[in-house]
């Protein structure tokens, strides 16, 4: 996956709104059901790419 | 124009509908979008100051997620602190439990009372404003609560198991405007608890009342199951562990709710040993919030060890292997926090590995939401020159500065681990010109058949270092099965996979690449 945007900014890693990352990760069996912040992973259709999930 | 590295200014966000331009888009509050388009979040990335006049969001009571204003603009509904958005609908958050310090503790004996037992620990998000603790089914008196901002953000509650638990195994509970978090296990059981201050003296007999002086006397008086608190901010150079707990009862030295426990540094070995009189490793204990500063080693970690929200600093020109070094079965160092100095250049804030001279595999270990600022060497490695090691599960932590990788896998790594939800920034910055500048590296060796998910991790700005030997985001080594998926990449100027690498099998593994092209091997059939 690449195009931009990516993150929210400089120093904030989180993604983007409309980034590409959003809802893009492909499932796993054993995946994580959290991201880095402690929330769900899976906030939309599918989790997001990175250790952070999208979340409003 | 922004895109790739490039961030638009605190005003505006980068979309791509601009090809890589810079738009507004205020971020709004459902709450403030409702009554007034004033209220905008001052503190997001994505402020957009004043809304320009006569554009009004148009946010729903209650409502989240994408919006318009009334001049047609994109607007991003978001819900108050506290609660989040479910399909797209402002809720309350559920509180999380993560992990707890003590899995087993009694119902009785703090200060010598009949109704409260253990002071336990627990670390989670989202507890509220007024959580409520059960255990075992009994609601908990809570002692202290503190919040660390991270990443990760870790919030904590120490709490006295109460006297109404019943007895046996069980779990902790938190319950926050009427939501119930997970469970953590928990066995309430028999177990002394102890005292030590400063102020106390080693021939009273360790009460509430008449404390121990010293934590060395109060270790040689420990049988398996009991608990040792230290009061008053005490400070101690060395902590030597020479006995053992069990499994079911494990050995536990934790400061008394808000009080702290400061080790080291020491002027020889390593600042807490584990070593039973006759050579062999001392197992199966619990340290919880300790303060530890080492010019050396700081922790021996062996079987059934439990290091547990402490804090590590680690002085520049430290010598040995790693602050703390893992053996052993069943190991776990969570919620803990590294600052590492410029210490010998192989120096990891963890290093996992096996007893030398055996070959009995060894593993089952967790390293999670540590947080590791800076080093000269990898921050987390898992390697062995000793038994083969297996069942790593490294998650939820975040590095930064690192002189080597962040996270390292290297020889002797059997059987499976789990590298999920890491955020790596700024890894592989070391000046060693011959040593790994990679975010993340595996090196299993060809010969290994080891199986490594890595997952859902972030690795921002790596490789920086002036070597740049393995300069990248990561090195992939030959040898084993690397399932790396759904992970974020991001560098400038830089490879995103460093050269030397071992493609893997060509697949849909979705990671996200930013700043370089994506590698062949990384794109849908």
Known sequence: VSGFPFFRGAGDLRPAVGSVLVDRAVQLEDGPSRDLDGNPRTAGASADIGAYELVY | ?525
């Open chain 2, 1 to 525: 124009l922004c895109g790739a590295l490039v961030a638009c200014s605190g005003r505006c966000s980068c979309l791509p509908s601009f090809g890589g331009g810079c738009e507004d888009i205020p971020i709004v509050r459902s709450d403030a979008g409702r009554r007034d388009a004033g209220g905008l979040d001052a503190g997001s990335s994505f402020d957009a100051g004043p809304p320009d006049a006569g554009c009004t969001p148009l946010c729903d009571p209650l409502a989240c997620g994408p919006g318009r204003d009334t001049c047609g603009r994109e607007v991003l509904c978001e819900c108050e602190p506290g609660s989040e958005c479910g399909e797209g609908t402002c809720r309350p958050r559920a509180p999380v439990l993560y992990f707890s310090d003590l899995t087993s503790g009694p119902r009785t004996g703090w200060e010598g009372s009949d109704t409260l037992g253990a002071a336990v620990t627990v670390w989670g998000r989202h507890f509220g404003a007024s959580p409520e603790v059960r255990v075992n089914g009994a609601v908990a008196e809570i002692a202290h609560r503190a919040t660390s901002e991270g990443p990760p953000p870790l919030e904590r509650i120490t709490f006295f198991v109460p006297g109404a638990a019943l007895d046996g195994p069980g779990s902790i509970t938190i319950e926050s405007s009427t939501i119930v978090s997970n469970e953590l296990p928990f066995t309430v059981r028999d177990g002394r608890i102890f005292y030590v201050t400063f102020l106390g003296s080693d021939d009273f007999d360790g009460s509430w009342m008449y404390p121990w002086q010293n934590l060395s006397h109060a270790v040689a008086q420990a049988v398996p199951g009991d608990l040792i608190y230290v009061r008053d901010d005490a400070a101690f150079r060395t902590l030597e562990l020479d006995r053992s707990g069990t499994a079911e009862l494990p050995i536990a030295i934790a400061p008394v709710p808000g009080s702290t426990l400061v080790l080291g540094p020491s002027t020889s070995s390593a600042v807490i040993t584990s070593m039973l009189p006759g050579g062999s490793p001392a197992e199966h204990w619990v340290l919880s919030g300790l303060r530890v500063t080492s010019t050396g080693e700081c922790a021996d970690a062996r079987t059934g060890f439990r290091i547990v929200g402490s804090s590590f600093r680690v002085a520049d020109e430290a010598t040995g292997a790693a602050c703390v070094v893992v053996t052993g079965d069943g190991v776990d160092v969570l919620g803990s926090a590294f600052v590492m100095g410029a210490a010998a250049r192989d120096y990891a804030a963890i290093a996992a590995r096996g007893t030398a001279g055996s070959l009995v595999p060894e593993g089952d270990r967790e390293l999670a939401y540590n947080q590791v600022r800076g080093g000269t060497g990898a921050a987390i490695r898992i390697a062995s020159d000793g038994a083969p090691i297996a069942d790593h599960f490294v998650h939820d932590n975040a590095i930064f500065d690192s002189g080597g990788p962040a996270i390292a896998f290297g020889a002797n790594v059997a059987g499976d681990h789990r590298v999920f939800t890491n955020l790596v920034v700024r890894a592989g910055s070391g000046a060693s010109a011959d040593a790994s500048h990679a975010g993340l590296r595996f090196d299993l060796g060809a010969s290994s058949t080891a199986r490594v998910s890595v997952a859902f991790n972030t690795v921002y700005d790596a490789g920086a270092g002036p070597g740049a030997l393995e300069s990248g985001a990561i090195f992939l080594g030959p040898g084993g099965e690397l399932i790396l998926s759904n992970n974020v990449f991001a560098s400038e100027g830089r490879p995103l996979v460093a050269d030397g690498s071992t493609a893997p099998p060509p697949n849909d593994y979705r990671n996200g690449w930013l700043g370089d092209d994506a590698p062949l091997w990384d794109r849908a059939p």
